[in-house]
């Protein structure tokens, strides 16, 4: 039995959660829970980290509808616990603002994506280095992903490896140490989850797009009628757990 510390940074809307559950639960979802024990620790509510990294076999970390563009003491303790992690040989994925928290942390920037809101399923491209890393071992070069985020990563940290990209976001995954990995789009996301993301955020999106000069009332609609699986995202999260400890 593997034992998983999740680290848990934030919470669904409240009509997600009671639709679909909240983030954490996404991950054991997808995941399943043989073979592997969660130990999920509400970070974003100041819980006391762990003194002992040892005894986890990986550490990953959850999105959140907070920015690091405003950091709060928690997310520096996290990000320091998640580098200290990193450094001693345990695996850290960081997926979302985990992801953008871990850039931070290794001298990266986080800012808000001039393009806008990614939201919904997308596709993204792994680069030649992405393509060999064991993190998308087994999958093709482009792929289907859910993703929801405001914040980006403009450009790789010194020292970090871009794996994916796409055109809204260009570091969508990043190779931070030989067991670090960020992914900027969401392996654990399934389409009922997306949907409802997708309805509780309705008015914002459409407010969003009509700023840029789309009609009103067709943001939301095409967005919806764009979910599709992406399979391959349980795939990477097996990876990361199986290729990495």
């Not at 510390?5 to 043989?34: I, M, N």
């Not at 992914?183 to 955020?201: C, K, N, S, T, Y």
Request: aromatic share 6%; glycine share 8%.
């Amino acid at each position: 039995m593997k034992n998983v510390l999740l680290l848990k940074a934030g919470e669904a809307a409240a009509s997600v959660r009671l639709s679909v559950g909240d983030y954490d639960r996404w991950f054991l979802q997808t995941v399943g829970l043989s073979g592997y024990r969660f130990e999920v620790l509400p970070t974003h509510q100041d819980a006391k980290l762990p003194e002992d990294v040892a005894r986890y076999d990986a550490v990953m970390m959850t999105g959140s509808p907070l920015s690091v563009t405003q950091l709060e003491p928690w997310m520096e303790r996290a990000a320091q616990f998640m580098v200290d992690a990193a450094e001693r040989g345990v695996p850290v994925l960081g997926v979302c603002f985990g992801h953008q928290l871990l850039a931070h942390a290794y001298g990266g920037r986080v800012v808000r994506n001039p393009l806008g809101r990614e939201i919904g399923t997308v596709e993204v491209e792994l680069t030649a280095v992405g393509r060999m890393d064991p993190l998308f071992r087994g999958l093709p070069q482009r792929l289907a992903v859910q993703a929801t985020h405001e914040d980006i990563v403009p450009e790789p940290p010194e020292g970090t490896v871009v794996l994916a990209g796409n055109a809204n976001t260009a570091v969508q995954a990043l190779a931070f140490r030989p067991c670090a990995r960020g992914v900027q789009f969401h392996p654990e996301v399934q389409p009922d989850a997306m949907r409802a993301l997708i309805q509780a955020r309705a008015e914002r999106l459409e407010a969003e797009a009509t700023a840029r000069g789309q009609p009103p009332g067709e943001r939301v609609p095409k967005l919806l009628a764009g979910i599709a699986p992406t399979p391959y995202g349980r795939q990477i999260l097996v990876n990361f757990l199986e290729s990495f400890l």
